[in-house]
C-alpha cells in the first residue's frame, strides 16, 4: 500500500491533507497557520477553505484521512498474518511503532499534535480511533476463542491500555532526532513481551 | 497528605498555582488566558508576572509542582505497603488511576491541557516525569530482585509502555461526565492484571 504522504494525487483535497500533516508536524498545530498548508500544498490561501471550514476543521479531517490509512493498513497487513492471535498481535504492535521509521511525520502528527486542539480530544467523536480500538479488540476476541488469551478481561479496556502504551513509547521514539533501528527493535520486543505475557492464557500448574 | 487543591495556604505563588490548574483543566490551555486565572487565585493581574515570565513558564510550573506532589504522595503510599513489589505495582496502578476522582482537575490537566504546549512536550526536559518513571522501574526492580518479575526486560521501556496505558485509561475516564465507582474499579483490576501477568516471572513447566 502507497504511503499517505507519497502517493501520487492530483486531487487539491489529498493535497492540502498531506500538507496539513506536514506543516502541523513541523510547527505545532498552534503556531501553524492556514497560509503555510496553502503554500505546502501549492494551492492559494482561499482554496483551503474550499474544502475545510476552518484550522480545525482541517485536523479533524487530516486525522480521519491518516487514521483511515492506518485503518486500511492494519486490516490488510493482519489478513495476511498466517498464525493464531498471538502473532497477529505481535503484528499489530509492529506496524504501531514502526510509524516512527515509516511515517515520522504521521507518527509526530499523532502522538503530540492531535492532543493540542482541545476541541478534537473533548468534543469530537472519535469514530476512526473507534475503528482502530475494533481492530485491537478483534484480535484479542480471536485469542480467546483459540484458548491462547484470558477470558477474564475486558476487551475494550485492554484495548487502550495497549494503544496508550504503544502512543507513548512512540512518542518518546518521535522525540528523540533519529531512531536507530536497533532500538526500534528493542522497544517491540519489550511492548510485545508486556502485552503477550500479559493477556495470556496460562495452563494451571 | 493534603490535596494540592485543598491545601491552606497564604503563599500567592501557591494560590496561583492552584489556580492555574483550575483555569487550564476547565478552559483549555490555549483559551485560558492569565487574566482568569488571576480572578481565580484572587490576585491583580499583573502580580502572576512577579512570579512566572508567561503562560507557558506557568503551565510548565505549576505541573512541575503538581508532580512533585504526585511522586510525594506515591513514595509515601508505596513505603507503606506491606508486601512484595508485585502489590506495591498495584497500589502504584490503583494511586494513578485514582486521580481521576480524587484530583480531577489534576488528571485533566495531565492528561489533556499539559501536551497542548509544544513547547513542553518538545523543548522542556521533563525532570519530574522523569523521576516518576524512576519510582516506577524501582518497584519492577525491587520485583526482579525478589524473582517475582522477569529478568528478561528493560525496566526503562516497560515504565514508559505502563504510564502510557493508565494516561489513556485515565484519559477516557477523565473525558466521562461521571466516573462511577465500579468502572474504575474494574478498570483498574484490568491494568493490574495485565501488567502483574505480563511482568511476572513463571516458573518453568
Known amino acids: 500500500m502507497a504511503s499517505p504522504t507519497n502517493r501520487r494525487s492530483s486531487d487539491k483535497r489529498e493535497r492540502i491533507l498531506s500538507a496539513a500533516v506536514k506543516v502541523f508536524a513541523r510547527n505545532g498545530y498552534y503556531n501553524a497557520k492556514v497560509s ?85 480530544i473533548k468534543e469530537y467523536k472519535n469514530q476512526k480511533f473507534g475503528e482502530f480500538l475494533g481492530l485491537l479488540s478483534e484480535v484479542i476476541k480471536q485469542g480467546q476463542d483459540e484458548g491462547l488469551i484470558r477470558h477474564n478481561i475486558d476487551r475494550h479496556t485492554v484495548s487502550r491500555a495497549l494503544f496508550g502504551a504503544c502512543d507513548e513509547v512512540l512518542l518518546s521514539l518521535v522525540l528523540r532526532k533519529e531512531v536507530p533501528e536497533g532500538v ?22
Chains 1, 2 share one sequence.
Open 36 to 120: 503555510e498548508v496553502a503554500r505546502e500544498a501549492g494551492v492559494a490561501d482561499g482554496t483551503i477553505y474550499l474544502y475545510f471550514k476552518n484550522k480545525d476543521d482541517l485536523l479533524i479531517k487530516a486525522f480521519e484521512d491518516r487514521m483511515t490509512w492506518i485503518n486500511d493498513r492494519l486490516r490488510s497487513e493482519l489478513a495476511k498474518v498466517q498464525g493464531d492471535a498471538l502473532d497477529k498481535l505481535h503484528r499489530f504492535l509492529e506496524l504501531h511503532i514502526l510509524l516512527a521509521i515509516d511515517e515520522r511525520e504521521l507518527a509526530e502528527f499523532i502522538t503530540v499534535e492531535l492532543r493540542q486542539s482541545s476541541k478534537f
Open 184 to 205: 526500534l527493535d528493542a522497544r517491540m520486543a519489550e511492548l510485545t513481551g508486556l502485552f503477550i505475557e500479559g493477556l495470556r492464557a496460562h495452563r494451571q500448574l
